[in-house]
T-cell receptor, first 113, second 115 residues
């Protein structure tokens, strides 16, 4: 079963614009991670935010986490054509097994040149 | 540093045939995962190994799927017999054992088509 649910399912923007993707989840988490998947490739880890953090930056990426609303957002600033990919949020559940990531269905981002 | 290696990249078989996928994790990574990814979906965990021990195989359909990780390094995932519904991408990932922090490194996957 999938824990996270990304919104929107698909997003199309022009190069240079910002892209925002949202993720909602259901149970308490230890951390939340965002991954990118280019067509026909494996997933690449982008950024991890712990449950006691509210915001994190990495280059052109900004992630926020609101544990009271059980939601997260990923912002990509100044998008490039190379950012075209599917983006998945994944939650590491607190308690029990420490190593099970549960992925959402992903947001397909298309950046038009 | 070499990433997670998987082979084959693509496999086409007829239903009821057996198939096997191979994974070589990043050197030094104790934890290895097999995921199933259907089109338009996120990966779903099939099995997780810590060293050579399968510590979570609750999502592995054990009537037809099996996996092994001999010597705690390489791993093989097998399906016998394959069914039409098994067509998907099978991803292998590995991670260092670090409580509470679980960045996973993924291989490129094996795309299985069952005819």
């Amino acid at each position: 079963s999938q824990q996270g649910e990304e919104d929107p399912q698909a997003l199309s923007i022009q190069e240079g614009e910002n892209a925002t993707m949202n993720c909602s989840y259901k149970t308490s988490i230890n951390n939340l991670q965002w991954y990118r998947q280019n067509s026909g490739r494996g997933l690449v880890h982008l950024i991890l935010i712990r449950s006691n953090e509210r915001e994190k930056h990495s280059g052109r990426l900004r992630v926020t986490l609101d544990t009271s609303k059980k939601s997260s957002s990923l912002l990509i600033t100044a998008s490039r054509a190379a950012d075209t990919a599917s983006y998945f949020c994944a939650t590491l559940n607190s308690g029990g097994s420490n190593y099970k990531l549960t992925f959402g269905k992903g947001t397909l981002l298309t950046v038009n040149p | 540093e070499a990433g997670v290696v998987q082979s084959p990249r693509y496999k086409i078989i007829e239903k009821k045939q057996p198939v096997a996928f191979w994974c070589n994790p990043i050197s030094g990574h104790n934890t290895l995962y097999w995921y199933l990814q259907n089109l338009g979906q996120g990966p779903e965990l099939l099995i997780r190994y810590e060293n050579e021990e399968a510590v979570d195989d609750s999502q592995l359909p054990k009537d037809r799927f099996s996996a092994e990780r001999l010597k705690g390094v390489d791993s093989t995932l097998k399906i016998q017999p394959a069914e039409l519904g098994d067509s998907a991408v099978y991803l292998c990932a590995s991670s260092l054992e670090a409580a509470g922090i679980n960045e996973q490194f993924f291989g490129p996957g094996t795309r299985l088509t069952v005819l």
